[in-house]
């Protein structure tokens, strides 16, 4: 019995790292058809409007809002922001509250692979798989993959989605305001909303504008 549930033990192991693993070596050059949450959803009951677009199909617009939005050094980590991870945990033991502090690549990894939701073989499995997308793809790929399959809004996955649903255009004419709001809403779709923003997502839509003004050459790796 111990034998048989520890080769069960390794062929799940191997599973979750090798099949990932293997992915990414297809995203690399292939669009992504679907991901966990995309079907966790569309068994829920919701919708499933999705379109891929290249990287030159993307506004530069809302690549730049996403970083400054999410992830000031994108351009130049390696997966994990370890100073910004440190500002996090300063502020849970000084407030009491904690934020979130993943980067895109996590974020990506997190969508690619896994499941909504907090525990620690989710974040451990995220921890395997961020390293693993940084060695294998380029941060310009990164960031493709990212903005294809992010969640905008219930049933409205990527850019291109996004920009048809809330602003009647595509992904890559959007306006340096419209991407922001696209940002904006990101760490909350499912209650914001980008065409009709709230008071505070309009907030923080101008506060990232200000944003990409300032991060110069830390927008280096998404030049088109």
């Not at 969508?111 to 390293?131: D, H, M």
Request: include cysteine; glycine fraction near 8%; charge should be positive.
């Amino acid at each position: 019995m111990f034998s048989f549930l520890k080769r069960c033990f390794f062929w799940l192991l191997m599973l979750l790292i090798l099949g990932p693993l293997l992915l990414t070596l297809v995203y690399r050059y292939v669009p992504v058809p679907a991901t966990p949450l995309m079907v966790i959803r569309l068994f829920e009951g919701e919708g499933w409007a999705k379109h891929w677009q290249p990287a030159a199909g993307i506004s530069h617009h809302l690549k730049a809002s996403v970083i400054a939005a999410e992830d000031n050094k994108f351009c130049q980590h390696n997966g994990f922001d370890w100073e910004a991870f440190a500002d996090v945990l300063g502020e849970f033991q000084h407030q009491g509250k904690l934020r979130g502090g993943s980067t895109i690549s996590m974020q990506t990894a997190k969508n690619l692979y896994l499941w909504p939701g907090r525990s620690f073989i989710r974040k451990g499995l995220e921890a395997v798989y961020t390293p693993m997308l940084e060695l294998i793809l380029p941060k310009s790929r990164v960031m493709t993959l990212y903005l294809n399959i992010a969640e905008f809004g219930p049933g409205i996955y990527g850019a291109e989605a996004a920009a048809q649903a809330y602003f009647n255009t595509s992904a890559a004419n959007l306006s340096r305001h419209q991407a922001a709001l696209l940002a904006a809403v990101l760490p909350n779709p499912r209650v914001y909303d980008a065409s009709q923003p709230s008071t505070y997502v309009q907030g923080r839509a101008r506060t990232i504008q200000r944003r990409t003004h300032q991060l110069g050459t830390l927008l280096k790796c998404i030049a088109n």
